[in-house]
């Protein structure tokens, strides 16, 4: 709709140019900007508000149970006498760990498993597709249930990993598809002719071209890692010993708080998760329109 | 759609399924620890200590459950019990057949899932054609934000707070279950009625989660057909202007849906298992649920082996279908 076509100015310096597209920019991905700002107040929320509250009253049994909003505790406490308020800010960095660690370790695999299903082709590329193929046909939660199931002891760090284990085959497909298309520019092929061969040529040649849409693949990872350990631990699966979000939705559930009317021990974990949800997913479109410029002109 | 195709897409499915059973029954194996002693270990902390040769229990088990094989073997033990549509027996409600609880448990869920996706299909897929198609009323245009927070939103978590606004604040639906206590599911007036009343609340989430989603898809591939030059022509010759939106426009922008449709397959079924789960529905995520609370370990076992083939099933279906309304993939 408004396409500031800097074509159509008069050459006024490249500058000048320069600062108006990236103006018109800034303003064309209006969701980046606000997926940006909402992920920071997450960040502030997760890192910065732990200073300013009891850590203590996180802890079962720490404060009287069962009270609504009151001026001591702005977030009521629930059956097991913990402060809601407390154990929501403490847990937003835990479950953000697992999903940067798992979206993190996701990525790279998939970057990895793309790179060589795209560079070498053949029989390893059929068993990579095909590997992910099978991933993707079989419900994630059920990978996830199978192998949490077997698990003893449930913690932050081995949750992030079985999680990476849902979350490669998307960068991988995109990997892969870009690495197909690089491989048949000429500036890849007059390298190949200068000598250059075989890992050496992706890594310098073909990695920095894809750097956007491993971005882009990153956020969406996160996200897709969000919701995947939410839903493990909603199904009681997750690290007991610690707060995340997806635990306090468990523990909610498992004491029939949205029976009860406790409105403020289940409604603060819910508003977090989608309010994260909602921040990654305007990231993810604005990162996609700077990977992928021909969105640029649609309609937004 | 020539015998080779079918062909062609039914070994696919085989392939596809028996790698993911191979999985199913090579994770728990890889894992350290030994099963049976994980469930002793469980049921010890149940019932209290026990002074006598656990030891011997366990190998005794792993003997009965032929664990002590060597692991090929096991597998096609576990093949050939796949053939017969054994499961084995569940832990929690033994002696009971893992086959015949997931039985009674599984047309629940079929139903809820199909009619749920289904109407979040069309139902998207309709407004999402609509939003870039010119002079479309406002009000469908500015549902984008709307869609937008519908779309992030898990179906579960939906699911709570429709059970927060609609069964605790206004009391409208049952709390949770499949049909009255009481009644039996058959087709006669009165259980239909309370079947559909318990399953509007799950059914509602999960359309409303994934509506968002597919609207938001066909968005995008509705902008990039409307710049082609065949609706131009459209135009042009005086076609009536619906029989453009459905004809051509919705028509072409839909085929990536359906291929979405297969890729989000199983996230669909993830999703409708939680909210199963969350509404204590009768169907096999209730069961998941139950299963993980309890320990039962064959009951996962033989969850995850249908949710699988289930799944399995519908993709296939889908890619038998998929010729039908677009005709350049029967030719290759």
Wanted: charged share 10%; net charge positive.
């Amino acid at each position: 709709m408004t396409t500031v076509s800097s074509s159509s100015q008069p050459v006024s310096g490249r500058l000048v140019e320069k600062t108006s597209s990236a103006i018109s920019f800034m303003n064309d991905n209006r969701s980046f900007a606000i997926g940006v700002a909402m992920i920071l107040v997450v960040l502030f929320i997760a890192y910065i508000m732990p200073f300013f509250i009891e850590a203590d009253d996180a802890r079962v049994g720490a404060v009287k149970a069962r009270l609504s909003p009151t001026a001591e505790h702005f977030m009521g406490t629930d059956t097991q006498g913990r402060d809601v308020l407390s154990v929501v800010v403490l847990s937003i960095s835990q479950t953000l760990k697992i999903a940067v660690v798992a979206g993190g370790i996701g990525t790279l695999a998939g970057l990895l498993l793309g790179l060589i299903a795209g560079y070498f082709r053949g029989p390893l590329d059929a068993v990579i597709r095909f590997a992910s193929d099978v991933m993707i046909t079989i419900p994630a939660i059920i990978i996830l249930v199978i192998v949490s199931a077997n698990i003893r002891e449930m913690t932050v760090e081995i949750m992030a990993i079985i999680i990476a284990l849902v979350s490669w085959m998307g960068a991988m497909r995109t990997i892969r598809a870009q690495v197909l298309t690089l491989r048949e520019r000429s500036y890849i092929q007059i390298a190949q002719l200068n000598g250059e061969s075989g890992f050496e040529l992706l890594i310098r040649e073909v990695l920095p071209n894809l750097m956007p849409y491993l971005v882009a693949r990153f956020v969406m990872a996160v996200s897709v890692a969000v919701l995947a350990t939410i839903g493990l631990e909603a199904l009681g699966l997750g690290p007991q010993n610690s707060y995340t979000l997806g635990m306090m939705v468990y523990w909610s559930q498992l004491y029939n708080a949205v029976l009860r009317g406790m409105w403020w021990w289940w409604s603060p974990p819910i508003a977090m998760i989608v309010w994260i949800f909602l921040g990654l997913y305007l990231i993810s479109t604005g990162v996609d329109k700077i990977a992928n410029p021909r969105l640029r002109n649609r309609n937004s | 759609m020539t015998v080779r195709f079918v062909a062609n897409r039914f070994g696919l499915f085989l392939l596809i399924v028996l790698a993911a059973l191979t999985l199913n029954f090579l994770l728990p194996r890889m894992l350290p620890g030994d099963p049976v002693q994980r469930i002793f270990d469980s049921l010890m902390g149940y019932s209290g200590t026990f002074t006598g040769d656990s030891q011997a229990i366990v190998d005794r088990y792993n003997e009965k459950y032929g664990l002590n094989l060597p692991l090929w073997q096991q597998f096609f033990n576990y093949l050939g019990d796949l053939t017969r549509f054994d499961l084995g027996h569940s832990i929690q409600h033994f002696p009971a057949k893992v086959t015949s609880i997931i039985g009674v448990a599984l047309p629940w869920t079929v139903v809820l899932l199909l009619l749920s996706s289904l109407i979040s299909f069309t139902l998207g897929t309709v407004m999402g054609a609509l939003i870039p198609w010119p002079g479309t009323p406002k009000a469908i245009t500015g549902s984008v934000p709307g869609l937008m927070v519908l779309a992030a939103l898990p179906p579960f978590l939906l699911g709570i707070v429709l059970i927060f606004l609609f069964i605790v604040v206004w009391p409208w639906f049952p709390a949770g279950g499949g049909i009255t206590p009481g009644l039996q599911p058959g087709f006669n007036f009165e259980a239909i009625v309370s079947m559909v009343k318990h399953a509007a609340m799950p059914a509602t989430a999960l359309v409303f989660a994934s509506t968002g989603f597919w609207a938001l898809a066909m968005r995008g591939m509705t902008v990039s057909v409307l710049g082609e030059d065949y609706i131009m022509l459209a135009r042009a010759k005086g076609i009536r202007k619906s029989r453009i939106f459905f004809r051509y426009g919705l028509r072409t922008a839909m085929l990536p849906q359906i291929t979405a449709l297969a890729m989000g397959l199983g996230n669909l079924v993830g999703g409708a298992i939680l909210v199963e789960a969350i509404f204590a529905y009768p169907g096999v995520g209730t069961l998941l649920f139950q299963a993980i609370g309890a320990g039962d370990y064959f009951m996962l076992q033989g969850l995850s082996v249908v949710v699988i083939i289930t799944t399995g099933v519908a993709l296939l279906l889908l890619d038998l279908i998929y010729p039908l309304i677009d005709p350049r993939i029967g030719a290759g």
